[in-house]
């Protein structure tokens, strides 16, 4: 059965901060994965990655995957707290037009 | 820019009642999808279209229908609503071919079946 795990489920912390959010998985038929934010609406793409060990960034965002171990990591530094946010993970499937997602990661930034 | 609607943001149905979502996309995509979020579930899909009136079961389709007639309408039918259906349901199209990350996801709608 296909599973794709975050963690952690909630994560407070102070503006300035750095987070590491951490989605694994076990999916057969592997393509790639994504990263999405997810405020008060629709989910938004920030990622994808399909090879591993190559880094992906966005201004203070970035993320990797390692495809041997079957996880990724987000990373956000300097942390404001428009940053707040639920941080959902995808794995999208070949052959298939479907993704499976994770529960999300929900990231309260504070003052 | 790609627009994806949803007929309504919030609903509200008795249990038993017939309930239609539906979602419109106006940039052409061959590839639509209802999914449903709940709280430590994440996304999960329901339904997806590749094209005009066909259709493909995803993860949880029990209790739920679709109708794809125009490219650019996907319905979501739940023809007997029941509490275990009350949900935030989110549609989302992509462009044609087998890439579906560019998922363009439309605002939602909050469903509370009572």
């Known amino acids: 059965e296909d599973k794709v795990v975050q963690s952690p489920l909630s994560l407070v912390v102070h503006e300035g901060d750095t987070v590491t959010l951490n989605c694994s998985y076990e999916?057969?038929?592997?393509?790639?994965l994504l990263w999405y934010k997810q405020e008060k609406k629709a989910p938004t793409f920030l990622f994808m990655l399909t090879s591993s060990g190559i880094e992906k960034k966005s201004g203070r965002l970035s993320s990797i995957l390692d495809k041997k171990e079957l996880f990724s990591i987000l990373n956000i530094t300097a942390t404001q707290t428009g940053d707040s946010a639920v941080y959902l993970c995808?794995?999208?499937?070949?052959?298939?037009?479907?993704?499976?997602f994770g529960a999300g990661t929900r990231l309260t930034v504070k003052p | 820019d790609v627009k994806v609607t949803q007929s309504s943001r919030y609903l509200v149905k008795r249990t038993g009642e017939k309930v239609f979502l539906e979602c419109v996309q106006d940039?052409?995509?061959?590839?639509m999808f209802w999914y449903r979020q709940d709280p430590g579930l994440g996304l999960r899909l329901i339904y997806f279209?590749?094209?005009?009136?066909?259709?493909e079961k995803g993860d949880i389709p029990e209790g739920y229908s679709v109708s794809r007639e125009k490219k650019e309408r996907f319905s979501l039918i739940l023809e007997s609503a029941s509490t275990n259906q009350t949900s935030m349901y989110l549609c989302?199209?992509?462009?044609?071919?087998?890439?579906?990350?560019?998922?363009?996801f439309g605002p939602g709608t909050r469903l509370t079946v009572t």
């Open positions: 940039m052409d995509h061959e590839n």
């Open positions: 995808a794995v999208d499937k070949l052959n298939n037009n479907d993704m499976r």
């Open positions: 989302a199209s992509s462009p044609p071919g087998q890439i579906s990350y560019e998922q363009y």
């Open positions: 999916v057969t038929n592997f393509r790639s």
């Open positions: 279209s590749y094209d005009v009136k066909m259709k």
